[in-house]
């Protein structure tokens, strides 16, 4: 049986990962900067050393998006046997703690969890005494692997032409060497579900795994849901038009499918495939849910009756008035996905923490929800905080945790796969030193179906540089060099 300190032998390994990933990427480093100096020079005299500015905008774009890449975390290889993390407090969330546990998971699955678990013959035995372990956060709202640099265009995918684009899958345009991808795992989110944007009917959503070479291994559920975006109803004109077009776009779509249907049968006519109607189909099939973007009251009521007219599962996204129609949302069981618990006040008359105790009003009202931290993807990593305010101002801890991995897992239909730690589910966990939406807690270790994952990213890449900026100047000075 092999035995891993995670205090003591994992974090030399990391530290000597750490060194030999610093000397590629000096290596590296060294070896593109001669080939810039080699590129450099002019090919002819008179020629123009350097180009004008579109060209120098685009070498610096290109010098943000390679230099991470020098230092880049490696995606990590497939399980190749049991792993047994014994000693710490596993938190299942769809049940209580268990102080002084053992997690087992081979093939990346669990297999068994509880504080008397047998730990398998040759397993790899992880001491994780004094820490805790949680399942992987979930970011219901994303824009990862879609945005990288706003300055840059060519590095943000979120929008397609067209007022209707149903037919958008998310999946295909994930970007698996994202920088943000790192930052993010960093605080504990493994998942996130990665929406499209822009338009009436924007698209599908993917539920991403933050580990991968490619998108196809990435991808957990393509897909989990689709995308649209409720009306203003600040032009009545404007308003009712792009309802009447919403209206027009469903009723297209089951016409479609009946004539898909018909067109299976033996003797019915052939009816062409249409991608646009084709991608709304699990929607009508009831398979996956309309993700509905509403902040205003109005929107939110109108969403809801729609939903209800259509006969399709929504999940309202937005909902900073969600507060004021909580019992109606409760009676309709429709979830809520709130995008924004750190902001301040929209009118002038709401209190200053009417977005801090949202999530604590809507849980007294019976109201199902989940904390997402907004689309940014450069800003995912703090997810973690926009739950832990929720907890500050009234929303019981459990429930806040809940928030952010197993309820999000339900409203998306991954819940058989992620959300809480269970035996049948995937191994995506984390090792933490305490409540992970709690500021001062450090994720020691992450995995994504059973990867032990590489949690290098660009902030330590920085942290690491810096430090060596200060121990060269102490050494210099004669000071301690530690």
């Not at 080939?35 to 685009?58: C, D, K, N, T, V």
């Not at 093939?107 to 008397?116: D, E, P, Q």
């Amino acid at each position: 049986m092999r035995a891993v300190s995670t205090a003591g032998g994992y974090r030399s390994r990391q530290s000597r990962a750490v060194e030999s990933r610093r000397e590629i990427g000096r290596r590296e480093a060294r070896e593109e900067q001669t080939m810039r100096i080699e590129r450099s020079e002019p090919r002819h005299r008179g020629s123009r050393r350097g180009g004008g500015p579109g060209a120098r905008l685009l070498a610096a774009a290109l010098a943000l998006l390679v230099a991470p890449a020098l230092q880049a975390q490696v995606p990590a290889p497939p399980q190749d046997g049991p792993v047994a993390l014994v000693g710490g407090t596993i938190h299942p969330v769809s049940g209580p703690a268990i102080a002084g546990g053992t997690l087992v998971f081979d093939g990346g699955v669990i297999t068994a969890l509880g504080a008397a678990v047998e730990v398998p013959a040759g397993a790899e035995r992880i001491d994780v005494t004094g820490l805790h372990v949680y399942p992987g956060l979930i970011d219901a709202y994303s824009a990862m692997g879609l945005y990288e640099i706003g300055a840059v265009d060519v590095t943000v995918d979120l929008n397609e032409l067209g007022d209707v684009n149903p037919n958008v899958r998310a999946e295909v345009a994930v970007n698996p060497e994202s920088r943000h991808i790192g930052t993010t795992r960093s605080n504990g989110v493994l998942v996130t579900v990665t929406t499209p944007s822009g338009g009436l009917v924007s698209g599908l959503s993917a539920a991403m795994m933050l580990d991968g070479w490619t998108w196809e291994q990435m991808t957990l559920r393509a897909p989990a849901a689709l995308n649209v975006n409720w009306p203003s109803p600040g032009d009545e004109d404007g308003y009712e038009q792009q309802l009447g077009q919403l209206r027009d776009v469903f009723a297209r779509a089951r016409a479609y499918r009946t004539a898909r249907r018909a067109a299976a049968g033996d003797n019915g006519p052939q009816h062409p495939s249409d991608s646009r109607w084709e991608a709304m189909l699990p929607v009508l099939d009831g398979d996956i849910p309309v993700v509905v973007g509403a902040d205003e009251l109005r929107q939110i009521q109108d969403a809801v009756a729609w939903a209800e007219a259509e006969g399709v599962r929504l999940v309202l996204r937005g909902g900073a008035d969600a507060g004021y129609v909580a019992d109606h949302l409760a009676q309709s069981r429709v979830p809520v996905l709130l995008t924004a618990v750190m902001s301040a006040p929209s009118r002038s008359w709401e209190p200053y923490d009417g977005a801090y105790a949202l999530p604590a009003r809507l849980h007294e009202a019976g109201v199902r929800f989940a904390i997402t931290g907004g689309s940014s993807a450069p800003y995912a990593n703090r997810l973690p905080y926009e739950a832990g305010v929720a907890v500050a101002f009234g929303l019981p801890e459990e429930e806040a945790l809940k928030s952010v991995t197993l309820y999000p897992a339900e409203f998306l239909g991954i819940d058989d796969r992620v959300g809480s730690l269970e035996p049948g589910k995937d191994a995506t966990l984390i090792i933490a030193t305490g409540n992970p939406l709690d500021y001062p807690t450090t994720i020691e270790r992450a995995f994504i179906q059973g990867r032990d994952i590489d949690l290098m990213d660009i902030h330590r890449q920085f942290f690491e540089k810096y430090m060596e900026k200060v121990r060269q100047a102490r050494g210099s000075s004669g000071e301690d060099a530690r």
